[in-house]
């Protein structure tokens, strides 16, 4: 087990990673609550509940199961936890266990963050998507007009990493977060870009899987800990999501995961950098590992100035103008304004040269 | 005008308390905000609203204006805000104002605290009572179980109080507010809560006005400075709160000022601590204010049974028992938990002492 500290500005906590960890729950756990709560959705319960329940021995537990998929983190499922943790009797003194993915950490831990005006949580993570989700204390539900706007930063008591869980994801959920870690990599550690270029999604290695994860939250804890607040340098961490939101809310949410649309995101981001920046990027050995391990690169007809509005709807927006995370080089991410008219360009040309169409 | 810093984990800010210094709003702000929203009320609106907007020369502002009355502080308020916001295109750059009383506060600053994990808001309390909430940074709304059961600990960055606005305030609105008042001066100074019983609610000077709720602003700023998050010594401005919220619930919000049914609280509070700890405290004395005052004491026929239950929804309980906040004299608080069966009693014969039905 390794065990990683992250210091944030309210609240020091431990990461722990390894196989079989979950099972070590209660005594991970240590403090006595007045209840605890299990959120988790359908795909995760049948597999984790009753082990997680069986670890939780002398707590007062209730469990919480919501639909899988990004549907669930809206006001509606939201109103109803907070209905259920009121009628379940839950105190201040109670924990909530956010049991999943990345969806039900958000909406677990942003439940968590305004029960009460905040109670404890824990992130177990069960995807490698929510390595990334689950460090640093983002929580938020969706907006029907844009994605993680209504939310709090929230650190979480502890994250409980098991490895063990990445054995029954479906490979599209490995996909998607792989891509987290391809960005991580990209914005600090150029080895590391080059260690996962050199894996293959479909041959993993339990002890690959750990050391990947591991390095992906390592990058992720030093960001997090500079600035929790997202006013500087956390704002790195959005590379290749600028245009990966938008295609998500393009396309529909379900229809491409969010790794998928972030990969896509990070390559338009290589493809920009090397417009504005005199650097050479790896972008063609990128695409061809994203094509290799089945990214769904084409997808749709891609309509460029809706895409433009929903980029516009991203949280960094300001004054109305896109900042996009571009590099200077790997391990040197920066934040750019892009004006408009050199977006639709950059748009086309890169939908044009990944084999997309476009209107 | 006088200006109290306000030391936070998270934040210091100041307050601002004096008359007309709601003129100088655009002094005390400084800094250029992307876009401006104002929060407020009908009722606010009609006296104060073109004075604020006109105030705030060379900002973008926006107006959004809910119906007045603790009927706003509901989760469907609260999503159509983040729909304006999100629609009006305000950023993470962003400003929300909140104009009014309690509910424009709460509210207000729930939105400010979770639109994109959290932007600027600044408090404008137009009412007595406001001085109270408007400090401390704990903002939420209802839910239909509870009363700000959903919300944050968020504090804004200043409070302004302008204490002409307390002219235009009918009296049953300065009545509520004084009911704080009292509180404040009970946990924390005698000399002050003398005072305020020498005081009529109907022949107010503004100079005593000001005295008075700089002094109450006094003791919450010092209570919530040594502790943000409500752990420990926060819980005393619980004074009359648990009956308090159970009366608001039970006889109806609207039908009962906050103030209203926190003057009753605070009754009951004196009269359980004379049971519980060997103290004379001045309950008659306290009574007879609240009756030359036109608190209305009698309201309605009080099933105890269900008041016990609604106390219980209280944020402050533990494992299902109620923590009452007492006191062993003037200036003392204690946070003791009562047990169920005592409870009855207690405010079976409170109920009775001062003249009310029970059933």
Known sequence: MDEIKIKSDSRDYP???????GKSLDKLIKSKYSSVLIITDENVAKFYLEEIKSNLKGQRTFTKIIPPGEGSKNIGVYYEMQSYLIQSGLDRKSLIIALGGGVVGDLAGFVAATYMRGIDYIQIP?????HDSSVGGKVAINHEHGKNMI???Y?????IFDTRYISTLPLREIRSGYAELLKEALIADKLFFEDLLKSSITSLMDEQIHEHIKKGILIKAAIVEKDEKENGLRKHLNLGHTL???????IGYGKITHGEAVAIGLLFSLYVSERVFPVKLPFDSLLQWLIRNNYPLISQKTDINHLISLMKTDKKTI???IQMVLLKKIGFPVVQSIRDEELVNYLKDFFDKIGNDIY
């Open 15 to 21: 990461i722990y990673i390894g196989f079989n960890v």
């Open 126 to 130: 069960t995807t490698v998507l929510a």
């Open 151 to 153: 939310g709090s930063f």
């Open 155 to 159: 650190p979480p008591r502890m994250v």
């Open 244 to 250: 990966g939101h938008a295609l998500e809310a393009s």
């Open 319 to 321: 004054n109305n103008s």
